[in-house]
């Protein structure tokens, strides 16, 4: 139900409706059980991902590496 409402502001914006009618959906889909859970494995993942680089040494390299996989992790907006 709440996709059907993202997707139906969606169209309404593609026909020149105001941009922020899904708003309050999207707000709602931020705050979802799903999203947080999602979230979190991303944050797993990045975390894991900077672990298992630390043996790479310190350097320009592993700092562009670690900065790329908390920057994947923490895109949500």
Do not use: C, M, Y
Not at 50 to 76: H, M, N
């Amino acid at each position: 139900a709440l996709r059907a409402r993202i997707d139906e502001g969606v169209e309404r914006i593609a026909a020149g409706a105001d941009p922020a009618i899904p708003d309050p959906e999207l707000a709602e889909l931020r705050e979802h059980e799903a999203t947080t859970a999602t979230l979190d494995l991303a944050h797993k993942w990045s975390n894991e991902a900077v672990e298992a680089i630390s043996p790479l040494p310190a350097g320009a390299v592993r700092e562009a590496l670690t900065r790329f996989a908390q920057a994947v992790a923490d895109r949500s907006s």
